[in-house]
């Protein structure tokens, strides 16, 4: 069974999608990865396969949920032991790969990239919303996550299963949520971070709030009459 593979879901990346995965071909082969690229508009698909990237090219865009649910399915089929979300954007940092794989081995289903576990959240509006999510997802849960929001995520086989075979698996908050309720058990390691250095996020000043509103409902609310396919497995 191979190992780890490294999920990029790409949208409109073309002036990050080269740095991102020359950088772990060069430096971290060690790692396999795929990128997905989600319908993008402009250059990303060309320049994957110019430079022969290992690809998904999804014909017309999914949203984040739906690149992520095909990378997932791409590493359940292919046999990886585990799979970590990295975004396209230059953000994440592959240096911590092999702490967050380390990790994982001592039995963890979920290994978070975390920027607070060491160091204290920021008093702003954007890390408010993150500190609300975190009161929500341990008033659900029990679970203290300091960095709900960080899409630098590690899996396990089990939850790559469970994400490739069950439906409305998102790479979000309330999907960690859900997934704690339903016994996985998760854990986080220090990380830094990167700013963007190129292209937009589509996350706006009004995306975020609509996010933070949006997640908030799902964990307190909607998570509580969510159904599972119990068919397939049991975590």
């Known amino acids: 069974m191979k190992e780890v593979l490294v999920i990029i879901p790409a949208y409109n990346e073309q002036d990050n999608i080269k740095r991102v995965v020359d950088n772990l071909i060069c430096n971290y082969p060690q790692y396999d990865y795929i990128v997905v690229n989600d319908g993008s508009r402009d250059h990303t698909r060309r320049i994957c396969r110019?430079?022969?990237?290992?690809?998904?090219?999804?014909?017309?865009?999914?949203?984040?949920?739906?690149?992520?649910?095909?990378?997932?399915?791409?590493?359940?089929?292919a046999g990886y032991k585990y799979a970590i979300q990295f975004d396209a954007d230059g953000q994440h940092k592959p240096e911590y790969i092999e702490m967050?794989?380390?990790?994982?081995?001592?039995?963890?289903?979920?290994?978070?990239?975390?920027?607070?576990?060491?160091?204290?959240?920021p008093l702003s509006l954007r890390m408010l919303g993150s500190r609300l999510i975190s009161g929500a997802i341990r008033l659900t849960t029990g679970s203290k996550i300091q960095d709900p929001t960080s899409g630098m995520r590690m899996f396990s086989r089990k939850i790559i299963k469970e994400c490739a075979i069950n439906m409305n698996y998102g790479p979000e908050p309330d999907t960690v949520s859900f997934l704690i309720k339903n016994g996985a058990v998760v854990a986080e390691?220090?990380?830094?971070?990167?700013?963007?250095?190129?292209?937009?996020?589509?996350?706006?000043?009004?995306?975020?709030?609509?996010?933070?509103?949006?997640?908030?409902?799902?964990?307190?609310?909607?998570?509580?009459?969510?159904?599972r396919d119990k068919r397939y497995l049991e975590l």
Do not use: C, W
């Open 50 to 77: 110019e430079n022969n990237y290992k690809l998904l090219d999804l014909p017309i865009n999914l949203g984040l949920a739906g690149g992520f649910q095909a990378g997932m399915k791409y590493a359940y089929r």
């Open 100 to 121: 967050m794989l380390k990790k994982i081995k001592e039995g963890y289903d979920i290994v978070i990239g975390s920027r607070f576990v060491e160091r204290k959240k």
């Open 189 to 227: 390691v220090q990380v830094e971070m990167d700013e963007r250095i190129a292209g937009q996020s589509y996350l706006t000043a009004f995306k975020s709030v609509f996010y933070m509103i949006r997640m908030l409902t799902s964990i307190i609310i909607i998570q509580n009459f969510r159904k």
